[in-house]
């Protein structure tokens, strides 16, 4: 069974949603035939890989794409990037797309800035990222650097809409509640709803977008200056194995949450974000950010 996010994946800038002042731009690189070494940033999936693959896609060239999360050290870029770009080619251009360059090792990064000097004349790069802070200043300053921002759900509804007729499906429910859930990962609300199909209909079933109320019931245990078992219990009872919607919705409240104390609530809620990336168990992480949030109620 193939997965929609692929099958509906755009083929042209014409059916890429969203970020027009980028689409224009990116539609006079392929005009021209040309372009510039590129960074798309951006939370995670609002389309900054689609957007890199449409582009090679639309240009006469040779690709080597590298999801830098698995290949993330120097030897990847010594053994598999330099001599992809400095060998012979019989198209116009080499793209090397580096898909999540912000899990790419400093050191591994400060290779990556000679190679794209060395090899600008036959080569182009085009990185995606979520955490442009995660990319060193040298990299940021050789690339053109977009900001890549998710579509209005407005926009999100009508794709879903569209993938529903061409599926030939039929639904029970309201596409609202998993577009609300998911939010702007457009990716993940196109597989929440292949992933609710049964015989034919979709059927949302709300035990899998429990994940909708955890901020708020984990705000509200934190108000009522609950223990941290209880909070457990409630992250263990959410079924969510993925927290990164929480940082955010905490840190809207932090305010309310911790009157005077907001500053240094900020402080731990960033550090335990930039960890969560780093660690394996990803409950372990939020408990102990949440551990020390209680003591500052």
Not at 26 to 31: E, G, M, R, S, T
């Amino acid at each position: 069974m193939e997965l929609w996010v692929e099958k509906y994946r755009p083929a042209t800038l014409g059916e890429y949603v969203g970020n027009e002042t980028i689409k224009n731009k990116i539609a006079d690189y392929l005009k021209q035939g040309s372009i510039q070494n590129l960074l798309f940033h951006g939370v995670a999936g609002t389309g900054k890989t689609t957007l890199a693959k449409l582009i090679a896609k639309n240009l006469n060239c040779d690709l080597l794409y590298i999801n830098a999360s698995d290949e993330r050290g120097i030897d990847t870029i010594r053994d598999k990037i330099i001599p992809f770009a400095s060998s012979m080619s019989f198209n116009d251009v080499k793209i090397v797309i580096l898909d999540e360059a912000d899990y790419i090792t400093p050191q591994a990064q400060a290779t990556l800035r000679n190679t794209i000097e060395s090899c600008s004349k036959t080569t182009r790069f085009i990185l995606t990222c979520n955490y442009l802070e995660r990319i060193i200043s040298p990299l940021q300053s050789r690339c053109q650097t977009f900001e890549i921002t998710p579509p209005s759900k407005t926009e999100v509804n009508n794709k879903c809409v569209k993938i529903i007729i061409n599926e030939d499906l039929n639904t029970t429910d309201d596409l609202k509640l998993i577009i609300d859930t998911h939010y702007p990962d457009i990716r993940k609300i196109i597989n929440t709803l292949q992933g609710s199909v049964v015989n034919g209909v979709i059927k949302i079933d709300d035990t899998s977008l429990k994940n909708t109320q955890l901020g708020g019931l984990v705000v509200d245990a934190l108000i009522r200056k609950a223990k941290l078992s209880e909070i457990r219990q409630i992250l263990a009872d959410s079924g969510a194995r993925e927290f990164d919607d929480l940082f955010k919705y905490i840190y809207d409240k932090s305010n309310t949450l911790f009157g005077d104390k907001e500053g240094e609530a900020i402080l731990i809620i960033a550090k335990y974000q930039y960890e969560y990336t780093f660690v394996l168990e990803k409950e372990i992480c939020i408990a102990a950010m949440l551990k020390q949030l209680l003591d500052l109620c």
